[in-house]
C-alpha cells in the first residue's frame, strides 16, 4: 500500500537530496528575477542543482526557464542563488511559488534577498533603474500564510525588514548606485496590464509593477526570515511614456542595471553573512 506523502514528507524529501549534493550552510539566499539570473555565474566555488533533480521540486513548463540552486561563495561567504523561479501563471498553483521560501528555510535560511523585473509607474523612474522595495500590494488575491502557524499569522511585523532597507540604501550611498525606493504591485499576469489599469495602480499607491515576489516575501518572513526586495525596472509600465523602447535600448539598459544590481548584490551579501 502506498501511503500519500505530506507536505513536510516532501520537504524534507527534497532537502535530503539537496544535502546529498553539498554540505554548505549558508544563511543568505537570493531570489534571481527574469533576466538578472546571471548573478549566479559572478559566484566561486559553486554546486549546481538543477532544480527538475531535485524531488518534488516544483518545476517550470516555461521553455528556457529551467530553474537552478546555486551553492557559491562571495569570498569566503556562502550564498544560495535561486535562479529561474517559476511565475504563479504557470501553475495557478500557490504551492508551486512558495516551494523555494519552504526549501531556503529548511536549508536554514535567514536573510534572503528577493529580485524581480518591473514596470516602473512613477514617473521618475527609467528603464534600467533600480528600485528598492520598500512595501508591497498584494493583487494576487491569495494568501500564502494559509498552513502557517496562527502565531507566524498574525504577527505584524514589515515584510521587507527596515535593517535590510538601510544596509541596502547605505551601500547604495558608498558606492555610487543610484537607488529608488518605492511600493511593488504583484499581480498575477501573464498579460501586461491596460493603461487604465496602471493609472489604478498609480493612485493605488504602486511605483512599480510586477509578477512575482508579493506572496514569496509574506511568507518568508512569517517563517522568521528577513527580507528585502529589489526591482529592476525593465520598462515603462503600461501608458505611462508614449514611447516605445527598440530592443537594442532595453538590451543595453538591462546590461547597465547588470553591473549595478551585481555590485550592489555583493556589497550586500559581504555584509549581511
Ligand atoms: N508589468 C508587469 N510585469 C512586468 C512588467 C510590467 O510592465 N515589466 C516587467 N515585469
New binding site residues.
Partial sequence: MTRELTPERMLSLSISFIRTKTTAKPTVAIVLG?GLGDFAESLSSKVIIPTEAIPHYPVSTVEGHKGRLVFGKIGKLNLLAFQGRVHYYETGNLHTILYPIRVAHALGIKKLIVT????GINSNFNPGDLMLISDHINLTFENPLNGVDTASRKRNVPQYAPEMQTLLSEIARTHNIPLQHGVYAG?K?PS??TSAEIKMLRSYGADA???STVNEVSLASALGIKVAGISCI??F??GIKDLKLSHAEVTEVANMAKTKFTELLREAVKKLS
Fill in positions: 527574469s524581480n523585473a518591473a514596470g499581480v499576469g501586461y496590464e509593477v510586477g509578477m525593465t520598462n509600465a503600461a
